[in-house]
Each structure stands twice: as structure tokens, then as C-alpha cells.
Nanobody
Framework: VQLVESGGDLVQPGGSLRLSCAASGSIFVINDMGWYRQAPGKQRELVAT???????NYADSVKGRFTISRDNAKNTVYLQLNSLKPEDTAVYYC??????????????WGQGTQVTVSS
């Protein structure tokens, strides 16, 4: 299984970005999907998660600014980032709980995509 993220970029404060993460490989069903981020010198933290049934959960720091969504037919999760602040600068990682009856591993991570918010 591979998770491939895209969409990271350099953006000015107040700007917007849309991150995408597509899963491929031995997939039977994808359960929860989510986005995490890690800023320099800090621990990786939860940004948002979404269940297969589209229930969402957000970190307090991004509520009202970020929106997570998914397309189950495309095995893809998205993160819309609006009203970006310099403190949103981080590497953003995609995470997914992926089940396949012949594969023991369930928890997968993408390689990360850099989001930099700066004027």
C-alpha cells in the first residue's frame, strides 16, 4: 500500500491550499483517514480525521479554517486549508487505516508534503 500526498506549497498568510492523499495497492477497505502535521522541533500532531461514513474530527487550532473530506471511490482524502497562518507551517502527513484480508499491516503513512506560510 502507498499513500501519496500532494498540494503542499509556499503561501502567504490568509491564503489557501488543498492537500490530496491517494491510496493505492492491496486495499480491501479504508476505514479512518486523517491528516497530521509536524513543525520543526515539535512533535507530530493531529490535524483532522474522517471516518468512512464521513464523520469528522478537528484539532481546536484548525476548526473553522480547515476542512477534511474524502472520496471513497478514489481512495483519496483531502484537506482544504483556508485562512492560513504562519503557525500552520509544517510537514503534513496523511494517515489511513487500510484493511486487506491477506495483509497484516493496517496503519499507513504518506511521505509528507511541506506547507509553508510566510510573507
Amino acid at each position: 500500500v502507498q499513500l501519496v500526498e500532494s498540494g503542499g506549497d509556499l503561501v502567504q498568510p490568509g491564503g489557501s491550499l488543498r492537500l490530496s492523499c491517494a491510496a493505492s495497492g492491496s486495499i480491501f477497505v479504508i476505514n479512518d483517514m486523517g491528516w497530521y502535521r509536524q513543525a520543526p522541533g515539535k512533535q507530530r500532531e493531529l490535524v483532522a480525521t474522517i471516518t468512512r461514513g464521513f464523520s469528522t474530527n478537528y484539532a481546536d487550532s484548525v476548526k473553522g479554517r480547515f476542512t477534511i473530506s474524502r472520496d471513497n471511490a478514489k481512495n483519496t482524502v483531502y484537506l482544504q486549508l483556508n485562512s492560513l497562518k504562519p503557525e500552520d507551517t509544517a510537514v503534513y502527513y496523511c494517515n489511513a487505516d487500510i484493511f486487506h484480508p491477506k495483509v497484516r499491516q493496517r496503519d499507513y503513512w504518506g511521505q509528507g508534503t511541506q506547507v509553508t506560510v510566510s510573507s
